[in-house]
């Protein structure tokens, strides 16, 4: 099971295909988080509905209150040392509760958490 980074759907949303050929599409997960973040990047509606229609073959993941609350933790602990955003923090710990592995291109933005394995 593998979670994808809000950067990776971009990517695939861009046409960059290539960058899950290798993946089946029964083990990839987004998050509701992650999908408010495309939309956040939508220009207009056409955008918006491109945006809905090719993400909606991947399965969601749910964010809950041990995901807030974990999020949260991580926020207090390393913001100050590792400039951790709150989004990353909740992709972070949606990670670490499901226990999967986590796609992204933003290596640094998650390599000092040795909870989550990286793709």
């Given amino acids: 099971m593998i979670f994808l980074d809000t950067n990776i759907l971009i990517e695939y949303l861009k046409g960059n295909r290539d960058i899950l050929r290798d993946y089946n599409l029964e ?51 390393y913001n100050l040392s590792h400039n951790m955003k709150m989004m990353d923090a909740i992709i972070a710990s949606t990670s670490m509760v499901y226990n999967i592995k986590l796609m992204t291109l933003n290596r640094k933005d998650f390599i000092y958490l040795t909870e989550i394995e990286l793709v």
């Fill in 27 to 77: 083990e990839l997960f987004i998050s509701d988080i992650v999908i408010m973040e495309l939309y956040q990047g939508a220009r207009n509606r056409s955008d918006l509905n491109f945006i809905a229609k090719e993400i909606s073959i991947f399965k969601i993941l749910k964010t809950n209150d041990e995901i807030i609350k974990l999020a949260t933790i991580l926020v207090k602990e």
